[in-house]
């Protein structure tokens, strides 16, 4: 995982001598490292190793499994689907609970929805027990989908089935509920997860606060970041850019301003997403000084600079727009469409 390049010489080399034959784990952790690091080319290049003349390489169950998974994780599910396809057709492929968990991901994204119904009823038929990372899958997928009735079906599903819910699991549908703008519903899931035994983590809470901004409910929002601290938990950049986010889009700047302060003084590092969604805000409350005096601290990319660009237009400054222009060329910016046509 740490330098998949230099395993794939290794492998080479070892391939070069008669008798050696790794086994299908090592050529599957390297089709893994790959795809996690989105090289799709060397991900293949290494299924193509193992299908050439002088290796004729099984694909196994666990092999193919291990693409199809590759394959969802790097964002390709058409590849994931395609990919089982031919494997099934050849024979290689005894699907298993985690090769239908990575093509249930890939069918939902790719809008098959009606394939799902069918692999969960080819499931059933084959006997396969759904645990309790095919529903999360499931209900992730769903909500990704934005379709809340059929997660909330599934969830109903696992308390039918006896399936114990893990933290993974509740947090899915507790941030599936308050990006819908549920926010009740998800700390009433909240709720359940504790009475179960279960820790809320950061991505719990954060979703939840998640769910108080879209409400505009930000007192609560604050009440649970006091309690996620007094907790003992360490809170993170994203945590902070949520809470930023919604604080820019009602104008109340001596707040955002606070958080980056607290950042700063917690080690936190603010990226360059937080600052454009700060400068961003600050350019719609027509505080063009403030923006581009943040700006400037910063090593501005495209949006950074477009943004300013917009802001300029908006209030006739055109000793502001040429600056900004002047700038971004200096620091090696390229525009892009929507830059020229802002």
């Known amino acids: 995982q740490k330098d998949p390049e230099k395993a794939l010489l290794v492998l080479r080399d070892c391939l070069k001598i008669d008798g050696i034959l790794p086994s299908s784990f090592t050529f599957c952790s390297l089709i893994h490292s790959f795809s996690f690091l989105g090289k799709l080319g060397r991900a293949i290049e290494v299924l193509e190793m193992m299908n050439d003349e002088k290796i004729k390489y099984p694909f196994d169950n666990f092999v193919c499994s291990s693409v199809i998974s590759g394959f969802v994780k790097i964002g390709k599910p058409e590849l ?3 990919f089982y396809e031919n494997a099934e057709k050849s024979g290689a492929l005894r699907p298993n609970v985690v090769t239908y968990t990575a093509l249930v991901s890939s069918y939902c994204r790719l809008g098959r929805i009606e394939e799902v119904r069918d692999l969960v009823l080819r499931m059933e038929k084959e006997g396969l027990a759904f645990d309790v990372v095919f529903y999360s899958s499931w209900i992730y997928e769903y909500f990704r989908e934005g379709i809340l009735g059929e997660a909330f079906q599934k969830y109903r599903e696992t308390v039918e089935k006896k399936i114990d819910l893990d933290t993974i699991s509740y947090t899915i549908l507790i941030d599936g509920f308050s990006k819908e703008g549920y926010v009740e519903k998800a700390v009433g899931f909240l709720n359940k997860m504790k009475k179960d035994g279960l820790k809320p983590n950061l991505v719990t809470y954060t979703a939840i606060m998640l769910g ?12 649970v970041l006091k309690m996620v601290e007094d907790l003992g938990i360490k809170v993170d950049e994203f945590t902070y850019a949520t809470l930023i986010d919604r604080l820019c889009r009602i104008g109340d700047f001596d707040h955002v301003f606070h958080l980056l ?7 936190i590092n603010p990226s360059i997403v937080t ?6 805000g600050l ?7 403030e923006a581009d005096e943040i700006s400037k601290g910063i090593l501005g990319d495209i949006v950074t600079y477009s943004t300013l660009l917009h ?3 908006e209030e006739v400054n055109f000793m502001g727009m ?5 700038r971004l060329e ?7 469409v929507v830059m020229c046509n802002v």
């Open 80 to 82: 994931a689907v395609g």
């Open 212 to 223: 108080f901004c879209k409400k505009g409910k930000l007192e609560e929002a604050f009440v």
């Open 261 to 267: 302060n607290d950042m700063e003084k917690k080690g």
């Open 275 to 280: 600052y454009n969604t700060v400068i961003n």
């Open 283 to 289: 350019c719609k409350a027509g505080r063009m000084s």
């Open 311 to 313: 802001g300029y237009i």
């Open 322 to 326: 040429l600056e900004t222009k002047r």
């Open 330 to 336: 200096a620091a090696g910016v390229c525009m892009d």
